[in-house]
């Protein structure tokens, strides 16, 4: 058996290096290493992949989710509402802006934003929601927009870890992940299920006005060059980074494929484990069948209960297995964003949570031979 990796970005880059070399190559012949073609290409490229009318590339998936706040014109003392369960970059930015974040509880089955503690939170000063896709699957998006449009509220969906994923809404229809609210942000981290060797992100939108308000945001507030109307940043995708994603971009869909095989395989190893609550996948679905392009599994996170989570994953760390905690404190927790408007009683899946869940290596080269040691050696220890 291979040793087992968290992700295995060695073993995906063997079965592609050809393509990858040769992408980074042209980069690198051009010397168009900044806004080169490539760039340009991937952008293209990945607006026809999503359906949606704007791409705008950018450094990483945190800046992502800034400008896309500083595109709407949100202003200190604006309220966003966000997950209490997700990784810190989420709420970071609002409160770098000056904004006020406002964290709300997730829901136990799918670890997303709780629509009805998001009722609870909307004041007056709320101007927008984050919904975070977490570990593959989206948020309620019908919910979402629904409270949105009733209260006037921008939506900014972050997609740093469900590309690929689609909602299927209540009346039938179905859009990518990133292409429902208002503007959404990327990360192309290289653990992401599109990951670039380095850092990368990108902003989606569907709006024209904010996405040239956005391409000026980007490149320090310029709109013609050297006239900067707006404060701006400066955040973009390298020519490089944007050769490997263009490369892997048309491979994306069988890698998340792969990872709901591997899924699949896990929760059939677990099934009705008295200890172990495998992913819910998506929304109408309860199993991850064949077909299934809701849930992509960035991450593959089981709920353990009545047994000692710890003990779990450090018995896993002897036997080399890699596995994680995500996340491990709530973010209403975090010395950063402790504050006294919070009621502790308010998060109280989250603060279960961070006590059950543990993530299993989840990438595109798992080996049946590894699933098997992983599921047997979770199994064993547990009947102890
Ligand atoms: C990875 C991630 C980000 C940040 O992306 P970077 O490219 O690392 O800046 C933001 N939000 C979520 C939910 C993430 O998983």
Same mark, same amino acid.
């Given at each position: 058996?291979?040793?087992?990796?968290?992700?295995?970005?060695?073993?995906?880059?063997?079965?592609?290096?050809?393509?990858?070399?040769?992408?980074?190559?042209?980069?690198?012949?051009?010397?168009?290493?900044?806004?080169?073609?490539?760039?340009?290409?991937?952008?293209?490229?990945?607006?026809?992949?999503?359906? =949606?009318?704007?791409?705008?590339?950018?450094?990483?998936?945190?800046?992502?989710?800034?400008?896309?706040?500083?595109?709407?014109?949100?202003?200190?003392?604006?309220?966003?509402?966000?997950?209490?369960?997700?990784?810190?970059?989420?709420?970071?930015?609002?409160?770098?802006?000056?904004?006020?974040?406002?964290?709300?509880?997730?829901?136990?089955?799918?670890?997303?934003?709780?629509?009805?503690?998001?009722?609870?939170? =909307?004041?007056?000063?709320?101007?927008?929601?984050?919904?975070?896709?977490?570990?593959?699957?989206?948020?309620?998006?019908?919910?979402?927009?629904?409270?949105?449009?009733?209260?006037?509220?921008?939506?900014?969906?972050?997609?740093?870890?469900?590309?690929?994923?689609?909602?299927?809404?209540?009346?039938?229809?179905?859009?990518?992940?990133?292409? /429902?609210?208002?503007?959404?942000?990327?990360?192309?981290?290289?653990?992401?299920?599109?990951?670039?060797?380095?850092?990368?992100?990108?902003?989606?939108?569907?709006?024209?006005?904010?996405?040239?308000?956005?391409?000026?945001?980007?490149?320090?507030?310029?709109?013609?060059?050297?006239?900067?109307?707006?404060?701006?940043?400066?955040?973009?995708?390298?020519?490089?980074?944007?050769?490997?994603?263009?490369?892997?971009?048309?491979?994306?869909?069988?890698?998340?494929?792969?990872?709901?095989?591997?899924?699949?395989?896990?929760?059939?190893?677990?099934?009705?484990?008295?200890? /172990?609550?495998?992913?819910?996948?998506?929304?109408?679905?309860?199993? /991850?069948?064949?077909?299934?392009?809701?849930?992509?599994?960035?991450?593959?996170?089981?709920?353990?209960?009545?047994?000692?989570?710890?003990?779990?994953?450090?018995?896993?760390?002897?036997?080399? /297995?890699?596995?994680?905690?995500?996340?491990?404190?709530?973010?209403?927790?975090?010395?950063?964003?402790?504050?006294?408007?919070?009621?502790?009683?308010?998060?109280?899946?989250?603060?279960?949570?961070?006590?059950?869940?543990?993530?299993?290596?989840?990438?595109?080269?798992?080996?049946?031979?590894?699933?098997?040691?992983?599921?047997?050696? =979770?199994?064993?220890?547990?009947?102890?």
């Amino acid at each position: 058996m291979n040793k087992i990796q968290m992700v295995d970005l060695k073993g995906q880059y063997a079965s592609i290096k050809e393509v990858v070399n040769a992408s980074i190559q042209e980069v690198i012949d051009n010397a168009s290493f900044i806004n080169g073609p490539k760039v340009k290409e991937f952008q293209a490229n990945l607006e026809a992949y999503l359906g =949606i009318k704007h791409v705008i590339p950018c450094a990483n998936g945190t800046d992502a989710l800034q400008i896309a706040m500083m595109g709407l014109g949100l202003k200190p003392g604006d309220e966003v509402i966000t997950a209490d369960f997700t990784f810190a970059a989420t709420v970071e930015v609002i409160a770098l802006l000056g904004l006020t974040p406002v964290l709300v509880d997730v829901d136990p089955d799918k670890f997303n934003i709780d629509i009805e503690a998001v009722k609870k939170a =909307i004041t007056p000063k709320t101007k927008a929601i984050v919904p975070v896709h977490l570990f593959g699957q989206c948020a309620n998006m019908d919910a979402i927009m629904e409270l949105a449009e009733a209260h006037n509220l921008f939506v900014i969906e972050d997609n740093a870890q469900a590309i690929g994923a689609n909602f299927t809404s209540k009346n039938g229809s179905k859009a990518k992940a990133g292409t /429902i609210g208002h503007v959404a942000s990327t990360s192309f981290f290289p653990s992401k299920n599109l990951g670039c060797y380095g850092d990368g992100g990108a902003i989606f939108t569907n709006d024209d006005d904010l996405a040239h308000t956005i391409r000026g945001i980007v490149n320090h507030g310029m709109y013609k060059r050297y006239h900067h109307d707006v404060v701006g940043v400066n955040s973009r995708l390298d020519s490089i980074q944007a050769a490997v994603l263009d490369a892997k971009l048309p491979k994306l869909d069988a890698y998340n494929k792969a990872r709901q095989s591997a899924a699949r395989k896990y929760n059939a190893a677990f099934k009705n484990h008295k200890n /172990i609550i495998t992913p819910k996948a998506g929304n109408g679905c309860e199993t /991850i069948c064949d077909n299934c392009d809701c849930h992509v599994f960035h991450q593959y996170t089981l709920k353990i209960q009545n047994a000692d989570r710890d003990a779990l994953a450090a018995h896993l760390q002897s036997k080399d /297995i890699p596995c994680g905690v995500y996340y491990p404190i709530p973010l209403h927790k975090q010395k950063a964003y402790v504050d006294d408007r919070y009621n502790d009683a308010d998060f109280k899946v989250t603060n279960t949570l961070i006590d059950e869940v543990i993530s299993l290596p989840m990438h595109t080269e798992l080996e049946d031979d590894q699933i098997d040691f992983i599921t047997s050696t =979770i199994i064993d220890f547990l009947s102890k």
